[in-house]
């Protein structure tokens, strides 16, 4: 991970040695967020139901582990990101979480649909723009991963518009009939 990561997330306790211990810890984050207690809030003030710049970098953190750099994340990885993200009714992470989630799933879909992707350290780093890998993947990732993505999103609190975006253009890009579902894919009005 190249941004630093805060003295209160420096700790071995939820280092990932899977993808599914990643998810796993991803979920002890999540917890965190609902309550505001727990390992990932101890020796904080942490607001129950907000997503701050620590939980942001655990979140990181986990993802970007030494044991799953080099594998794509998963769809427990991205499952769990999304519940993350619905979890957090306010955010005081100055978006990080939303540009996270955005490139793991857009890393997970091009995963799941055959195709090569970066590692998880180039992908999901902060200084990276999605749009420097994402977008050449747009007419090959499958409409599985599409739909997927869309019923994750589908009837939820919280709106990632990063990540609306991404799905517009993929969807654009590969021409599906979905794409002219797209309003009542997110529930929204166009």
Same mark, same amino acid.
């Given at each position: 991970? #190249?941004? =630093?990561? @805060? ?6 306790? *939820?280092?990932? #040695? ?7 810890? *991803? ?10 207690? $727990?390992?990932?809030?101890? $020796? !904080?003030?942490?607001?129950? !139901? ?14 970007? =582990? ?5 594998? @794509? ?29 955005? +490139?793991?799933?857009?890393?997970? =879909? ?8 970066? @590692? !998880?350290?180039?992908? *999901? ?12 993947? =747009? ?14 999103? !589908?009837? +939820? ?5 990063? *990540? ?12 599906? @009939? ?13």
């Amino acid at each position: 991970m #190249s941004a =630093a990561v @805060p003295k209160s997330v420096q700790s071995p306790s *939820l280092e990932p #040695s899977c993808r599914d211990t990643a998810a796993h810890a *991803l979920s002890i984050v999540r917890d965190g967020v609902i309550t505001g207690e $727990g390992p990932t809030t101890k $020796g !904080r003030v942490h607001f129950s !139901r907000t997503i701050d710049a620590d939980d942001a970098a655990w979140c990181a953190r986990i993802l970007t =582990a030494t044991a799953v750099n080099d594998q @794509p994340v998963s769809r427990a990885e991205a499952e769990a990101l999304f519940e993350i993200n619905e979890a957090a009714t306010e955010r005081a992470d100055g978006g990080r979480f939303d540009d996270l989630l955005t +490139k793991a799933v857009a890393h997970y =879909a091009a995963s799941a649909s055959g195709l090569k992707v970066p @590692p !998880r350290n180039v992908a *999901l780093a902060q200084d990276t723009d999605i749009e420097s890998w994402a977008p050449s993947y =747009a007419s090959k990732v499958n409409s599985e991963m599409l739909e997927w993505i869309a019923g994750q999103m !589908r009837g +939820k609190r919280q709106n990632n518009r990063r *990540l609306m975006a991404m799905v517009a253009t993929f969807l654009g890009a590969t021409a599906l @009939p979905l794409a002219g579902q797209l309003p009542n894919v997110f529930d929204i009005g166009m």
